[in-house]
């Protein structure tokens, strides 16, 4: 069946760096458009970036954009999360799961949402 395993979380001091690793099975992993989301305690999950199955479209939320970088290994079936200059708003347990991009009229890009394969999780803390 579809599964994910993240790790690679941490605690960082802001203004660091740490890479997250999305180990994904059941799949090919090459075929989808795999996200990275976050739950911070008291908040809804919500995205922080995607890739896309095979042309690498990356898209990025405004509050990452700039400061992560996702990427996928299709021979390893890994998808990564590199974030840098860290902050204490980060700080959550983040997720990846495969992803279903929705577009409007035009063809253009307007939203997505993961098709609940939650992971565990990767603990993400960032110190001040």
């Known amino acids: 069946q579809v599964q994910f395993v993240e790790s690679g979380g941490g605690l960082v001091q802001a203004g660091g760096a740490l890479q997250l690793s999305c180990a994904a099975s059941?799949?090919?992993?090459?075929?989808?458009?795999v996200g990275w989301f976050r739950q911070a305690p008291g908040k809804e999950r919500e995205g922080v970036a995607w890739?896309?199955?095979?042309?690498?479209?990356?898209f990025y939320e405004d509050a990452v954009k700039g400061r992560f970088t996702i990427s996928k290994d299709n021979a390893k079936n890994t998808a990564y999360l590199r974030m840098s200059r860290l902050r204490a708003e980060d700080s959550a347990v983040y997720y990846c799961?495969?992803?279903?991009?929705?577009?409007?009229?035009?063809?253009?890009?307007?939203?997505?949402?993961?098709?609940?394969?939650w992971g565990k999780g990767t603990l993400v803390t960032i110190s001040e």
């Open positions: 799961d495969r992803i279903i991009v929705t577009r409007n009229d035009f063809g253009e890009v307007d939203g997505y949402y993961g098709s609940a394969y």
């Open positions: 059941g799949f090919t992993l090459e075929n989808y458009a």
């Open positions: 890739i896309s199955s095979h042309d690498g479209t990356t």
